[in-house]
């Protein structure tokens, strides 16, 4: 008897997953730890300078997103704590945002020191590479659209060996520098 | 249906900001006024399209102009930054161009309304904006200059708009 009520709940408990494959026309990606990043295309510098992180990336690496250039919190207290750390900066550090190329190199260039420390800073303009690790929300509100949430995930091997998303989407806490770089 | 000499600038929707993401901007329509659109803060095209008006900012007032409008389909937070970069880089210093206003049409509503939107989608992620640049007396349009082609800067330019006025 118990068995069979088991197997009953199990039935109508499906991984998150699925569920987002039938609302989805495309099929959907969540990261996990274990999981491979993403092979999808993102630009550097210019719309015509595009590469895919998945094959940039050596050894131990780290993926930073922000919801967007230029706001207070992604500038002002995100990114530059991982600049002031930069002695604990793993090989390979990217920072991603649903931001064009343009945008993205120039505000690399307003961060003071972020050149120094070899953090490139690439844009993904159509949302798609943030999509693919399930991790964008509806910034409609203030940004017109969809962006990617704060988060950190730390790479090796081109695996996910952790991952540090904020709760809130926009909050600088769990993928704060101070959090992230004890590793 | 673009915008035509003649017809009524449209109003500020909501999701038309200036200085905040939540502060609705909004055309002053007792005057004369130049409404330019701009395909992406900070692309290079815009960032000498914009300078042009730093540049002529005292001669456009001159000649009756009362406020001039900078869209870009961008948020407030590039809008804001990319005002500030242009304004440092081309104006004398202390300058303070009350009148010039930079104002972000997040999901293009405005530039959408005024049928001078464009797919951009490969190049920026979305729907921008034409470059265009409007003259606007007391509500109503009296001048619809667009580029053929987004990066070209050749009727839109500041001087050209003044010696038309």
């Known amino acids: ?183 | 249906m673009t915008i035509k000499v003649g017809e009524q600038l449209p109003p500020a929707p909501p999701s038309l900001t200036e200085e905040k993401p939540d502060a609705q901007a909004s055309f002053n329509t007792s005057g004369k006024i130049v409404v330019v659109g701009v395909p992406g803060a900070y692309t290079p095209p815009c960032s000498s399209h914009v300078p042009s008006y730093i540049k002529t900012y005292l001669d456009l007032l001159n000649k009756g102009v009362q406020d001039i409008y900078i869209i870009g389909v961008n948020d407030q937070f590039v809008m804001n930054a990319w005002r500030n970069h242009l304004i440092s880089e081309h104006s004398t210093a202390g300058a303070e161009l009350k009148q010039l206003h930079f104002l972000a049409d997040r999901n293009a509503e405005f530039v959408k309304s005024l049928g001078l939107a464009f797919d951009a989608s490969g190049l920026l992620g979305g729907y921008r904006s034409q470059r265009f640049a409007l003259v606007v007396e007391n509500g109503i349009v009296k001048d619809v200059r667009v580029e053929d082609e987004p990066p070209n800067l050749t009727v839109t330019l500041a001087d050209q708009v003044l010696k038309s006025l």
């Open chain 1, 1 to 183: 008897m118990q068995a069979f009520r088991l197997a009953n709940f199990l039935r109508t408990v499906r991984p998150a997953s699925t569920l987002r494959r039938s609302f989805h026309s495309s099929p959907s990606f969540f990261i996990n730890v274990g999981d491979a990043i993403p092979d999808v295309e993102v630009q550097e510098g210019s719309p015509g300078n595009k590469l895919s992180i998945a094959n940039e990336i050596k050894g131990k690496g780290l993926i930073i997103g922000v919801p967007a250039a230029f706001s207070p919190a992604c500038s002002g207290s995100h990114i530059p704590g991982y600049i002031k750390h930069k002695s604990k900066l793993p090989q390979s550090v990217f920072v991603v945002s649903v931001n064009d190329a343009f945008v993205m190199k120039a505000w690399a260039e307003s961060i003071p020191e972020a050149k120094e420390t070899g953090i490139r800073f690439v844009a993904d303009p159509s949302g798609k590479f943030t999509e693919a690790l399930d991790l964008l929300f509806d910034g409609r509100a203030i940004f017109g659209g969809p962006r990617g949430k704060r988060y950190a995930l730390l790479v090796e091997d081109g695996k996910v060996s952790k991952m540090f998303v904020e709760p809130d989407n926009t909050g600088v806490k769990v993928s704060a520098a101070e959090n992230v770089l004890v590793f």
